[in-house]
């Protein structure tokens, strides 16, 4: 019963990390490309800063990841 709801578990946080994932880097990209169109001498700037921040949001994922490995080996 534990190694099913420890599956159970793992499914669902891996799942959540990416659904939030894909809406923060949804929001990153969208309100970086809206930022470039209104000033375009400053889109290098905010294509680095873009990238930094894409690394982030994608760590969640990663996260989530070992989280759900840890919660499968037990």
Known sequence: ????????????AAGLAAVGAAIGNGNLFSKTVEGMARNPEASGELRST?????ALVEA????AWVLAFLLMSK
């Open 50 to 54: 873009m990238f930094i921040a894409f």
């Open 60 to 63: 969640l994922p990663l996260l």
């Open 1 to 12: 019963m534990t190694g099913s709801l420890a599956a159970l578990g793992a499914g669902i």
